[in-house]
Nanobody
């Protein structure tokens, strides 16, 4: 079992920044692919960013490229999402997730463990 707890959400004006953090406990954190997903009201949960075990290989959805950065610290069992130049369309509940997989995964069903989510609201 892996337990995930997100923090760092909040209300910010368009153009502002937020840093989300996910703390993991339980089984070996470094063996999991870690991802950030988001879900806006009335919409399906969507992939935002993922990072492989080493922390070197990363992937982002097109709408956040150049604005968001995912990182992980395997010694501290954390994965962060730095979000810059936020836009109103980034408003959603953001979820941290862990996948026991050897390949990059962008679909929610591939992830074994989820956090409770943290709300990000960007005002125009």
């Amino acid at each position: 079992q892996v337990q995930l707890v997100e923090s760092g959400g909040g209300l910010v004006q368009a153009g502002g920044s937020l840093r989300l953090s996910c703390a993991a406990s339980g089984r070996t954190f470094s063996s999991y692919i870690m991802g950030w997903f988001r879900q806006a009201p009335g919409k399906e949960r969507e992939f935002v960013a993922i990072i492989m075990w080493s922390g070197i290989i990363k992937q982002y959805t097109d709408s956040v490229k150049g604005r968001f950065t995912i990182s992980r610290d395997n010694a501290e069992n954390t994965v962060d999402l730095q979000m810059n130049n936020l836009k109103p369309e980034d408003t959603a509940v953001y979820y941290c997730a862990a996948a026991d997989s050897s390949t990059m995964q962008t679909i929610p069903s591939a992830y074994n463990y989820w956090g409770q989510g943290t709300q990000v609201t960007v005002s125009s």
